[in-house]
């Protein structure tokens, strides 16, 4: 090969890979007409993050405008071509706070920052192993598992972030219990369900308690082992899941409210019903629960509905219309703030294509749409 033929041929190399690169980068955003337009009320749409497969690089991000009853699949590379890795791996988390739209990217140990009716990107604030984000006065709070990702007896104790909303600048820190999960906030006390996985089978049992104000752990109350999801009702009473230990230990369902006297929070029921996850709406609170078992190697899949103020199960399943039977693998579940309409994500295989669901507050299918690999969590856009 003459020099003259050596350096075409690199070039077009060098153009072939460009063009590959391009090509890469700006994945078209896919478009489809659900036509479950609603323009009334405060609520413009809605962000369902698609958490991916581990190690394959796939969260993406879809959006429903009620506006135009257009569903937009994966739109943020569109958005943002200059993005190389996209939004990363493993979309743990989503939230919205003020103009912001912050999405939990776990093992790229990173939070996203777009603005939230754009979709462009702000910039990402670093995080290590992040899971879940709450915010609080003018700061967003990110619990950490600290440690990498990695099954480990001697994995350390995991942390909360706090972050600044406008320079997304990490302010302060504080150690909590094992593998922290959700969060939620009363009377200037954070709770922090602790889960303890990476330590199998010596799981944590404990909820945090951090005081906002010096931002200190100041106790930690044994609730059940393997917390996770942690929510807040209007009463201020906080529900708490364990996923048990996947053998003799079945998952559990925890309330925790204050007694007279006491500044803080103490477990005051167990509410006997496995729970995955689960969305509080008015009065009620609508869950699902897909249990695995190690001993059968299959899931156990349920739904319900409890409610708040009595903590009594009121129904054993809130989709009555029988098309529960097309879900395999319930994985998220969200409650419109202002209709009342109940979502629920199919994660089907973990591999492939979701299925996001839509049922109205009777329990009936409304809709449904293809979704990206694995969607799991939703945040709601007003106008």
């Given at each position: 090969m003459t020099t003259k033929q050596f350096i075409l041929y690199f070039f077009t190399l060098l153009i072939g890979?460009?063009?590959?690169?391009e090509d890469e980068l700006v994945v078209p955003t896919e478009y489809e007409i659900l036509g479950d337009e609603r323009r009334d009320g405060d609520i413009r749409g809605f962000y369902l993050v698609n958490?991916?497969?581990?190690?394959?690089?796939?969260?993406?991000?879809d959006y429903y405008d009620?506006?135009?009853?257009?569903?937009?699949?994966?739109?943020?590379a569109e958005k943002n071509p200059n993005v190389i890795k996209e939004l990363g791996d493993v979309g743990n988390d989503i939230g919205i706070y003020g103009s912001k739209l912050y999405v939990v990217v776990n093992c790229s140990h990173k939070v996203e920052v777009l603005d939230a009716h754009s979709g462009i990107r702000l910039g990402q604030v670093d995080i290590p192993n992040c899971r879940y984000v709450r915010f609080h006065r003018g700061k967003a709070y990110v619990s950490s598992y600290v440690g990498p990702v990695l099954i480990d007896p001697d994995?350390?104790?995991?942390?909360?972030?706090?972050?600044?909303?406008?320079?997304?600048?990490?302010?302060?820190?504080?150690?909590?219990?094992?593998?922290?999960?959700?969060?939620?906030?009363?009377?200037?006390?954070?709770?922090?369900?602790?889960?303890?996985?990476?330590?199998?089978?010596?799981?944590d049992n404990t909820v945090s308690i951090i005081q906002m104000i010096d931002f200190k752990q100041v106790r930690q109350i044994p609730v059940g082992i393997n917390l996770h999801r942690l929510k807040k009702d209007k009463y201020n009473k906080l529900w708490v899941t364990s996923r048990g230990d996947y053998q003799m230990r079945p998952s559990r369902l925890y309330v925790m409210q204050k007694k007279p006297g006491f500044n803080?929070?103490?477990?005051?029921?167990?509410?006997?019903?496995?729970?995955?996850?689960?969305?509080?709406?008015?009065?009620?609170?609508?869950?699902?629960?897909?249990?695995?078992?190690?001993?059968t190697a299959s899931n156990s899949i349920s739904y319900g509905v409890i409610d708040v103020r009595t903590k009594e199960i009121i129904s054993e399943n809130f989709i009555?219309?029988?098309?529960?039977?097309?879900?395999?693998?319930?994985?998220?579940?969200?409650?419109?703030?202002e209709t009342g309409d109940i979502f629920v994500t199919d994660a089907k295989n973990y591999v492939s294509s979701g299925t996001l669901y839509c049922f109205s507050p009777e329990g009936r299918k409304k809709w449904s749409v293809r979704t990206g690999d694995i969607p799991a969590h939703i945040t709601f856009l007003k106008k």
């Open positions: 890979a460009t063009s590959c690169r958490e991916g497969n581990m190690g394959s690089n796939k969260c993406t991000l009620y506006y135009t009853g257009l569903y937009s699949r994966n739109f943020y994995a350390p104790k995991g942390a909360v972030y706090e972050v600044d909303t406008l320079s997304l600048a990490v302010t302060r820190k504080v150690s909590v219990g094992y593998q922290p999960e959700e969060m939620e906030i009363v009377d200037d006390y954070m709770y922090v369900a602790n889960s303890g996985g990476y330590r199998a089978p010596e799981y803080q929070m103490e477990v005051t029921d167990t509410i006997p019903v496995a729970c995955s996850d689960m969305a509080i709406h008015g009065d009620k609170m609508y869950y699902y629960a897909t249990e695995w078992n190690n001993y009555t219309d029988g098309t529960e039977k097309e879900i395999s693998i319930p994985y998220g579940i969200a409650v419109h703030p």
